[in-house]
């Protein structure tokens, strides 16, 4: 069972940046495929990135440009860098894991992840 934690959520005014943190309690990090996804009230769960065992990346349309995504596998961490940031941002954010894919794998479908963490709140205001 792997245990995702996120963290590094908060309020910022709008242009501002943030980084949310997620840290895997699994020792075999490397071998997962990572995403973030985020939930604003009243919407459903949507892709924000996902990044490969590989490293190779890939972002949805609206954040593409301002959000990057990357991942230290010494320290079993994926993080999610957010600039320029807009109040349609304002969402709870989760990262989510994914065993057993190939090394190029860029899952965009939350379904496919195995594992979540509990989400951290960003607030954009304008």
């Known amino acids: 069972q792997v245990q995702l934690v996120e963290s590094g959520g908060g309020l910022v005014q709008a242009g501002g940046s943030l980084r949310v943190d997620c840290v895997a309690s699994?020792?075999?990090?490397?071998?997962?495929?990572m995403g973030w996804f985020r939930q604003a009230p009243g919407k459903e769960r949507e892709f924000v990135a996902t990044i490969a065992r590989s490293g190779s990346t890939y972002y949805a349309n609206s954040v593409k440009g301002r959000f990057t995504v990357s991942r230290d596998n010494a320290k079993n961490t994926v993080y999610l860098q957010m600039n320029s940031l807009k109040p349609e941002d304002t969402a709870v954010y989760y990262c989510?894991?994914?065993?057993?894919?190939?090394?190029?794998?860029?899952?965009?479908?939350?379904?496919?992840?195995?594992?979540w963490g509990q989400g951290t709140q960003v607030t954009v205001s304008s």
């Open positions: 699994e020792r075999t990090f490397s071998r997962y495929a």
């Open positions: 989510a894991a994914k065993s057993g894919v190939p090394i190029d794998s860029l899952p965009t479908y939350p379904y496919v992840y195995e594992y």
